[in-house]
C-alpha cells in the first residue's frame, strides 16, 4: 500500500519505517499515525519481517502531535474521538520487536511514539522532551506514565513541569535510551540490532518482548511466574534443543521458529 506521510522499505528481515512530514518536522496527525498503524499491522501480519525499524529525519525524530490539527478542538471532540488513544496502545501492542532510531527532536508525541516502541537507539543530536506544558495542555501519550516508569519520577516531573528538553547523553543516563552513537551511525546501529534481533527464534523474541512488557503491568512476584512460564513453554519449541545442541556442539544455531 503507498502512504503519504511516511516510507516502508522491507529488506532482509527488517521492517524501516520513515516518518516523512519534512514541512512539520514530522509532526504527527490523524493521517500519519493511522498509517503507522496500518504499516505496523502489515510487519506483524508479514512473515518475512521479523523486526520493524522506526525513524524520523536528521532534524525530528517527530516534533510533537501537530498543533495545528489540534488547536481548534473542543474538550467534547478530543473527549469523543479519544484522540489518539487507539494509535498508541496499537502502536505499543504490535507483537514483533520495534526498535526507534531517534536523531534530533523526539518531542511530546513524538517522544510518546519513541517510548511505545521497544528501546530507543538516539544518535548523539537526539533532543527528548514532553513540552506540552507550554501549549497549556499536559502530555496525553504516555508522557507522565511511560516516561516516569523509564526515568524516574525527579526526571519525570522536572520533565513534564519545566517542558525542557533532554540530551542524548542524559537521556542514556536516565535510562530512557539504550545506546548513543554518533549521529552518522544512527542508521547502521539500528538497522544492526535489527538484524541481530531477527537471527534469532521468533518465538523466543515475542516472548521476551511480552515478558519483559509484562514487567510494566504487574506484581514483581507475578511477573516472576509468568516469565518462569513462558521460559518453561519454550522447551516446547525445536528451536530450543537447536539453541542448545548448537552450543554443546560449538555451532551456530539454524532456527527454524518452530
Ligand atoms: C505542527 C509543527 C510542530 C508540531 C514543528 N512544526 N512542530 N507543526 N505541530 N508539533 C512546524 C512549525 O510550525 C514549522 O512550520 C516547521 O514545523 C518547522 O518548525 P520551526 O519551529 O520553524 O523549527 P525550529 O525553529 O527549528 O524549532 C523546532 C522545535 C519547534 C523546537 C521542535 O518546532 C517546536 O517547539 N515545536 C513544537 C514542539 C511541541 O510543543 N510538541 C508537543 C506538541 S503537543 P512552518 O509552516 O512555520 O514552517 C503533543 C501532545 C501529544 O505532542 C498527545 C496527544 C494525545
New binding site residues.
Given amino acids: 500500500m503507498a502512504f503519504e506521510t511516511i516510507t516502508v522499505e522491507v529488506d532482509d528481515h527488517v521492517s524501516l519505517i520513515k516518518l516523512s512530514r519534512p514541512?512539520?518536522?514530522n509532526?504527527l496527525n490523524s493521517e500519519l499515525l493511522g498509517e503507522l498503524c496500518q504499516a505496523l499491522k502489515e510487519a506483524d501480519d508479514n512473515d518475512k519481517v521479523r523486526c520493524v525499524v522506526i525513524t524520523g529525519s536528521e532534524k525530528?525524530f517527530a516534533?510533537?502531535?501537530?498543533?495545528?490539527e489540534m488547536s481548534e478542538k473542543s474538550f467534547v471532540d478530543v473527549f469523543t474521538e479519544n484522540?489518539?488513544a487507539e494509535a498508541i496502545d496499537s502502536i505499543a501492542g504490535t507483537r514483533k520487536p520495534v526498535i526507534a532510531a531517534v536523531s534530533g527532536?523526539a518531542?511530546?508525541?513524538g517522544c510518546?511514539l519513541a517510548m511505545a516502541c521497544d528501546f530507543i537507539i538516539a544518535a548523539e543530536t537526539a533532543k527528548f522532551g514532553q513540552?506540552?506544558i507550554?501549549?497549556g495542555v499536559i502530555?496525553?501519550?504516555g508522557g507522565t506514565q511511560r516516561l516516569t516508569r523509564a526515568i524516574g519520577k525527579a526526571k519525570a516531573m522536572d520533565m513534564n513541569l519545566t517542558g525542557r528538553f533532554m540530551d542524548a547523553e542524559e537521556a542514556e543516563r536516565a535510562g530512557l535510551v539504550s545506546r548513543v552513537v554518533p549521529a552518522k551511525k544512527l542508521m547502521e546501529e539500528a538497522m544492526g540490532a535489527a538484524t541481530k534481533i531477527a537471527e534469532k527464534s521468533m518465538p523466543s523474541v515475542l516472548a521476551a518482548k511480552e515478558s519483559v512488557n509484562r514487567a510494566f503491568e504487574t506484581t514483581l512476584s507475578e511477573g516472576m511466574l509468568f516469565e518462569r512460564r513462558v521460559f518453561h513453554s519454550m522447551f516446547a519449541t525445536e528451536d530450543q534443543k537447536e539453541g542448545m545442541g548448537a552450543f554443546l556442539e560449538k555451532r551456530q544455531p539454524q532456527f527454524r521458529d518452530k
Avoid: S, T, W
Avoid at 516534533?63 to 495545528?68: F, L, R, T, W, Y
Fill in positions: 514541512e512539520a518536522l509532526a525530528a516534533a510533537g502531535a501537530d498543533i495545528k484522540l489518539f527532536y518531542l511530546g508525541g510518546e513540552p506540552e507550554n501549549l502530555a496525553g501519550m
